[in-house]
C-alpha cells in the first residue's frame, strides 16, 4: 500500500541553525515526492518535488530535499533556520505509475526558536 | 494562492443540515480537488476531477458529493452534515502533466466548518 511517514510531529531548532524535517515513504515502483508548507489561517504552498534526476532538490525560500532511494526518504533541509520558517510542514508522495492518489503525511509543526 | 478562492471562509452549521462549500480558480487548470484536514491526520482527498466531465471519489467520499460545474468551478456539498465533519476543507488545482512529470498542487486558503 501506498503511504508517507513524517515521524516527527514538532521539531524545534535554533535560529540560525540547519534544520531537517523527515520524511519516509513506501510505494511500489517510482515515487514522485513532494513538500508543502502551512503558514497560519493559510492553504498549503508547494516547495519543491522530486521527479527524476538530480537527488537533491532545491526550492523555494532556500529549501532543498534529498531523494534517498535505497532509505525511502525525501528529508527536507535548510543549511540556516529563519523564525519565519515556522510553520506545518507536509510531505506527499504519488506513485510514478497511478494518477488519481497523491498520500499526504500528517504534518511536521516546525518552531524556529529565536 | 489568490488564483483558487473558497466560499465560505468559515461556516457553522447544525446536524442535519445541507451545506455547499465552493470552490473558483483563474490558473486555467483542468484538475481540482477537495480535501479535508484534521489535527494529526494530515490531509486526506474527498473528491477529484481531472475535467469537468470526470469525477471521482477519494479515500473519504462517504457522506459528501461534488459538482464540477465548469472548468473552473467546483463545489463540495454535505447533504446532511454531522459533527464528525467538523473540518478544515481544501480546493486545490494542478494543470495537466507532461509525459513523466506530475505538477504541483495549488490550494485554496480553507474553509473552517463547524457542524453542532
Known amino acids: 500500500a501506498q503511504s508517507v511517514a513524517q515521524p516527527e510531529d514538532q521539531v524545534n531548532v535554533a535560529e540560525g541553525n540547519p534544520l531537517t524535517v523527515k520524511c519516509t515513504y513506501s510505494?511500489?515502483?517510482?515515487?514522485?515526492l513532494f513538500w508543502y508548507v502551512q503558514y497560519p489561517n493559510r492553504g498549503l504552498q508547494f516547495l519543491l518535488k522530486y521527479i527524476t534526476g538530480d537527488n537533491l532538490v532545491k526550492g523555494s525560500y532556500g529549501f532543498e530535499a534529498e531523494f534517498n532511494k535505497s532509505q525511502t526518504s525525501f528529508h527536507l533541509k535548510k543549511p540556516s533556520a529563519l523564525v519565519s520558517d515556522s510553520a506545518l510542514y507536509f510531505c506527499?508522495?504519488?506513485?510514478?505509475?497511478?494518477?488519481?492518489?497523491?498520500?499526504f503525511g500528517k504534518g511536521t509543526r516546525l518552531h524556529i526558536l529565536p | 494562492d489568490a488564483d483558487v478562492t473558497q466560499t465560505p471562509r468559515n461556516r457553522i452549521t447544525k446536524t442535519g443540515k445541507r451545506i455547499m462549500l465552493e470552490c473558483s480558480q483563474t490558473?486555467?487548470?483542468?484538475?481540482m480537488y477537495w480535501y479535508r484536514q484534521d489535527p494529526g491526520l494530515g490531509l486526506r482527498l474527498i473528491y477529484y476531477s481531472f475535467d469537468v466531465k470526470d469525477i471521482n471519489k477519494g479515500e473519504i467520499s462517504d457522506g459528501y458529493s461534488v459538482s464540477r460545474q465548469a472548468q473552473a468551478k467546483f463545489s463540495l456539498s454535505l447533504e446532511s452534515a454531522i459533527p464528525n465533519q467538523t473540518a478544515l476543507y481544501f480546493c486545490?488545482?494542478?494543470?495537466?502533466?507532461?509525459?513523466?512529470?506530475?505538477?504541483?498542487?495549488?490550494f485554496g486558503p480553507g474553509t473552517r466548518l463547524t457542524v453542532l
Open positions: 510505494v511500489s515502483g517510482n515515487p514522485y
Open positions: 506527499a508522495v504519488r506513485h510514478a505509475n497511478r494518477d488519481d492518489k497523491i498520500i
Open positions: 490558473k486555467g487548470h483542468d484538475r
Open positions: 486545490a488545482t494542478s494543470d495537466f502533466p507532461r509525459s513523466g512529470s506530475y505538477n504541483e498542487q495549488f
